[in-house]
Protein backbone atom coordinates (compact mmCIF):
# COMPACT_ATOMS: atom_id res chain seq x y z
CA UNK A 1 0.00 0.00 0.00
CA UNK A 2 1.12 3.40 -0.88
CA UNK A 3 0.58 4.87 2.34
CA UNK A 4 2.12 2.56 4.30
CA UNK A 5 5.61 2.28 2.64
CA UNK A 6 8.29 5.63 2.51
CA UNK A 7 8.84 7.24 -0.58
CA UNK A 8 12.26 9.33 -1.86
CA UNK A 9 11.21 11.15 -4.63
CA UNK A 10 8.90 9.38 -6.69
CA UNK A 11 10.15 5.92 -5.97
CA UNK A 12 7.73 3.88 -3.60
CA UNK A 13 9.92 1.83 -1.14
CA UNK A 14 8.91 -2.17 -1.86
CA UNK A 15 7.83 -2.96 1.26
CA UNK A 16 5.73 -1.21 4.17
CA UNK A 17 7.31 1.46 6.76
CA UNK A 18 7.27 -2.26 9.71
CA UNK A 19 9.09 -4.16 7.17
CA UNK A 20 11.74 -1.31 6.35
CA UNK A 21 12.26 -0.82 10.18
CA UNK A 22 12.24 -4.73 10.58
CA UNK A 23 14.85 -5.12 7.74
CA UNK A 24 17.26 -2.45 9.10
CA UNK A 25 16.62 -3.97 13.08
CA UNK A 26 17.74 -7.39 11.54
CA UNK A 27 20.67 -6.05 9.91
CA UNK A 28 22.18 -3.94 13.18
CA UNK A 29 21.35 -7.17 14.93
CA UNK A 30 23.35 -9.21 13.04
CA UNK A 31 26.26 -6.74 13.20
CA UNK A 32 25.99 -6.56 16.96
CA UNK A 33 25.90 -10.18 17.22
CA UNK A 34 29.26 -10.08 15.90
CA UNK A 35 30.59 -7.97 18.02
CA UNK A 36 29.35 -9.88 21.31
CA UNK A 37 26.56 -7.69 22.03
CA UNK A 38 23.52 -10.46 23.34
CA UNK A 39 20.71 -9.23 24.99
CA UNK A 40 18.77 -11.69 27.53
CA UNK A 41 15.86 -14.09 26.76
CA UNK A 42 13.61 -11.93 28.24
CA UNK A 43 14.29 -8.60 27.03
CA UNK A 44 14.54 -10.01 22.93
CA UNK A 45 11.30 -11.21 23.69
CA UNK A 46 9.85 -8.49 24.96
CA UNK A 47 11.12 -6.67 21.75
CA UNK A 48 9.63 -8.97 19.25
CA UNK A 49 6.38 -8.57 20.86
CA UNK A 50 6.41 -4.76 20.44
CA UNK A 51 6.02 -5.44 16.77
CA UNK A 52 3.14 -7.36 17.28
CA UNK A 53 1.78 -5.12 19.52
CA UNK A 54 1.39 -2.74 17.18
CA UNK A 55 0.78 -4.54 14.32
CA UNK A 56 -2.26 -6.17 16.56
CA UNK A 57 -3.42 -2.19 17.90
CA UNK A 58 -3.62 -1.32 14.02
CA UNK A 59 -5.68 -4.49 12.89
CA UNK A 60 -7.79 -4.51 15.78
CA UNK A 61 -9.04 -0.84 14.39
CA UNK A 62 -7.95 0.15 18.05
CA UNK A 63 -5.90 2.57 17.13
CA UNK A 64 -4.72 3.73 13.84
CA UNK A 65 -0.88 3.77 12.95
CA UNK A 66 1.74 6.16 11.11
CA UNK A 67 5.22 5.27 9.24
CA UNK A 68 6.77 6.11 11.63
CA UNK A 69 5.70 3.95 14.59
CA UNK A 70 5.66 1.34 11.96
CA UNK A 71 9.06 1.81 11.22
CA UNK A 72 10.24 2.01 15.27
CA UNK A 73 8.02 -1.18 16.14
CA UNK A 74 9.74 -2.60 13.15
CA UNK A 75 13.10 -1.83 13.70
CA UNK A 76 12.83 -2.98 17.62
CA UNK A 77 10.39 -5.58 16.82
CA UNK A 78 13.32 -7.02 14.31
CA UNK A 79 16.50 -6.49 16.16
CA UNK A 80 14.67 -8.35 18.82
CA UNK A 81 13.60 -11.44 16.22
CA UNK A 82 17.18 -11.86 15.18
CA UNK A 83 18.23 -12.18 19.14
CA UNK A 84 15.84 -14.93 19.87
CA UNK A 85 16.55 -16.59 16.53
CA UNK A 86 20.68 -16.26 18.31
CA UNK A 87 19.00 -17.71 21.38
CA UNK A 88 17.11 -20.17 19.82
CA UNK A 89 20.15 -21.39 17.68
CA UNK A 90 22.51 -21.80 20.96
CA UNK A 91 19.83 -23.67 22.83
CA UNK A 92 19.63 -26.66 19.64
CA UNK A 93 23.55 -26.38 19.99
CA UNK A 94 24.19 -26.71 23.06
CA UNK A 95 21.54 -28.66 24.79
CA UNK A 96 19.63 -30.79 21.93
CA UNK A 97 22.45 -31.76 19.58
CA UNK A 98 25.27 -34.22 21.13
Do not use: H
Not at 13 to 32: D, K, M, N, Q, W
Not at 69 to 93: E, H
Amino acid sequence: MASRSFMMGNYQFPVCARCTGAYLGELIAVVSLMFGIRLPLTVAGGLALVMLGDWSVQRLGILASTNTRRFTTGLVGGFGLIQLAFWSFMFCKLRLIP
